[in-house]
């Protein structure tokens, strides 16, 4: 076997605390464990074992997937009232469909092998809010919001775009 897709969550990006506050935005593929919960942790530390094999074998192709919150095509988007009840309310700032989630990682199996170890998000491009990405984040984070880089999120057409870096995927 020459071909390793590893399941992760962005949970291990640290998004499950409330206390989570992104270094930047969009969290890139590659953004540090910063999980203070047993799954982020777990899930960070399945990463880097992968990473742990692909260093002594670095022709094997491994893929870790960061999945994000996997919905129902129809599910609601993200509203002042949702985020209030939820109890990690960021987590779903990184959503996907559950269409899209099989269709890639099927995608992910097919592509072409190659050796090296990458991690990629696995969310939708866009957030599913009915509040631009900036507006959202600054109304989850509130007053620590300054502290986060949102200029990405300023330019046209990009309102809307995931918090999550979607590049890899």
């Known amino acids: 076997v020459q071909r390793f897709v590893l399941a992760s969550s962005i949970a291990a990006a640290g998004c499950l605390s ?3 506050l992104p270094r930047e935005m969009p969290i890139p593929d590659d953004y540090p464990c910063e999980a203070v919960d047993a799954y982020g942790l777990s899930k960070a530390m399945v990463e880097d074992i992968g990473a742990y094999f692909w260093r002594q074998s670095p022709d094997l192709d491994i893929t870790v997937v960061r999945i994000g919150s996997v919905l ?3 599910a609601p988007p993200i509203t002042d009232d949702l985020v209030a009840a939820f109890p ?3 987590a779903g700032a990184g959503s996907i469909a559950t269409d899209d989630a099989i269709r890639a990682l099927a ?8 050796p090296g170890c990458r991690r990629v998000n696995m969310v ?23 502290r986060i880089d949102l200029s990405h999120y300023a330019r046209a057409r ?6 999550y870096c979607t590049s890899r995927i």
């Open 88 to 90: 990690f309310p960021f």
């Open 158 to 163: 990009h309102e809307y775009d995931s918090a």
């Open 107 to 114: 995608t992910m199996v097919r592509r072409p092998a190659g």
């Open 18 to 20: 409330r206390d989570f």
């Open 72 to 74: 129902l095509e129809d």
């Open 124 to 146: 939708a491009d866009r957030i599913r809010s009915s509040m631009p990405t900036g507006d959202f984040v600054q109304m989850l984070f509130g007053s620590r919001a300054a």
